[in-house]
Structures are given as C-alpha cells and as structure tokens.
C-alpha cells in the first residue's frame, strides 16, 4: 500500500497560508474491530464494500492509517503541526518501536525546510505518533530535532503526564517532550492559546485531557487541523464509535459529534492526522451523522 502513496503531497492554500503535508507513513495498522471497540460487528462489516480497500485492508481488515505532519506556511511563520513516529524510540506498538527510516526529515528538506528553518512545532496532544520527530537520538541522548523553533504544548496535556501509568506513554513522554522542556525550548500554553489571528488553539478534550486542535485562517478562509479527535473516516458515518486510544470515551465522543457539527456548519476545511492521503476534505451531512468529501 504505502508504495503507491504519495508521501508528499501537492501542497495547497488556506488563503494566503500554504500547506504542506509530509508523510511519514500510510499503512494497515490496527484491526477495525479491535480499534473501533464500540463498533457492532454487523454494521462494521457492512461498511467494507464502502471503504475497502483505501481505509480498511479487504485482506486484513486493518484500517488504513496514514501518520503525517502539515507544515504551515504563514505569512510569519514556518509552522510543523504533529511530528510522527521518529526513529530510535522504544514503543509498544511494534511497526512504531525503534525506527531507523529517517526519510521524513529527507522529505522535509525537499519541501525547502531545514531543521533550522522551523520556528514553531505545535503538538495536538503527546502520543508517540505525534511527538516522535520532536527529538533525535545523537551520541546516546535525546535532543530537539529542531534547533530554532518554540515548542507548543497544551498545559493540561504536560499536567496529564504526571498521573499517567501507562509504561508506553510514559516512554514516549520521556523521549520526545522532555528533552524539549530541559532545553529551554517548550512553550506551555492554555489550550485556547492564539499565536496570531492566523494560528490558534481550540480545546478538543477526550482523546487525551489537553488535545487541542490548530486553526488556521487566511484571506477569510478557515481550515482545521482536528489531530486525534477523528481516526478513520469511517468515524463519520459512526461519532459515537470510540478510539481504542481515547482516554475518556464519552468525552471523546461527545468533541468529535461537536467538532464534525462546527466543521459542517461553518465549511471549514478538514486536515485530519490519520485519514488515508490525501486526508483533507469538508464534512458532509449524512442524515444526522457526517460523510467525508475528500479535497482533490
Ligand atoms: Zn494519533
């Protein structure tokens, strides 16, 4: 599958913002039924004829993933929002553990960006899929990939940290947002946090406490990037279907019922984190759940 993508899409504008989508991996990842707990068999499986094969594998039933990071362009700023798996981190996900595929930070310097020339990396929240590039292993210690730039974490996602027990999120924690933090280099931030009137924060709670999503609005047009809150695009036609990962379900599910609504409404443009490429669509309306039209 991930040999006939295109891990580095065409770039396009939201308004005078350019956007940039570098691609680290797209691929089956976890079972739909395993991932989607909540999801009846019966409705699941008949779903397949509609999203086979580009967002569930026919031959293993795994959804689609793509792992990716959009870098935004701004009149101000050259932005990295997410930063993906990495190389060298200890994860219990196994395609994710110990990486040495350093091709993403080849690919971001065939876009025109240098680690130098990163002014800010935004977080939509602190899984290891999101974090990974944040730091790299050299001589034995983890450091910021990103020399220049101002990390931007939510407040209420760095606090969660302290209560977590999970070894694999503490891990991840400990590889890819500390060393941030011990370099002077992070910047804390309420979770409505506005960098201008270009970027800004919106709460987004339920996959993880502090998640947040990153708006973006140029020239009177607004995109959304809505990270975690949404997975698979079947998710639309099902909101109330939980991820396996959402750490407060019925919050989860309630954010992502009002993020698609607002998205809907307001014809936002969507760049998710994990649709399969190209990721970026509008929410339909589907009766009172959502479709997905995919951005061409
Ligand atoms: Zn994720």
């Keep these: 599958m991930s040999n006939t993508v295109n891990l580095i899409p065409p770039p396009f504008k939201v308004g005078n913002i350019e956007v940039q989508q570098v691609v ?121 990939t990103f020399p220049k730039a101002r990390y931007v974490f939510s407040k209420k996602e760095i606090e969660w940290q302290a209560d977590i027990t999970d070894e694999n999120r503490k891990t991840a924690y400990q590889q890819s947002v500390v060393p941030v933090i011990e370099a002077g280099q992070a910047q804390i931030v309420e979770s409505d ?53 959402d750490s407060d379900p019925a919050m989860a599910a309630k954010t992502r019922r009002s993020v698609l609504e607002n998205c809907l409404a307001e014809n936002h443009l969507v760049l998710t984190s994990h649709f399969p490429l190209p990721s970026v669509g509008r929410v339909t309306a589907a009766g009172s759940d959502f479709g997905f039209t995919f951005q061409t």
Aim: aromatic letters at 8%.
């Design 193 to 245: 946090f506005a960098l201008d009137d270009e970027v800004w924060l919106v709460p987004t709670p339920g996959h993880t406490p502090g998640h947040v999503a990153v708006h973006v609005k140029s020239a009177g047009v607004e995109a959304v990037l809505v990270g975690d809150v949404i997975h698979s695009p079947i998710q639309c036609a099902h909101p109330q279907w939980v991820a396996m990962p």
């Design 24 to 144: 680290e991996m797209q691929s089956p990842l976890f079972a739909a039924n395993e991932f989607l707990p909540t999801a009846d068999k019966e409705t699941l499986e008949s779903l397949r004829p509609q999203f086979e094969p580009w967002a569930i594998c026919p031959a293993t039933g795994k959804l689609v993933l793509a792992i990716q990071t959009y870098i935004l362009r701004t009149t101000r700023h050259t932005i990295l929002v997410d930063t993906c798996v990495g190389c060298d981190k200890v994860s219990g996900i196994a395609p994710w553990h110990m990486r040495n595929d350093r091709r993403w930070l080849q690919r971001l310097a065939s876009v025109g960006v240098s680690v130098d020339s990163v002014d800010y990396v935004f977080c939509t929240h602190l899984h290891g899929d999101h974090i990974g590039w944040n730091t790299q292993l050299i001589d034995g210690r983890y450091v910021p």
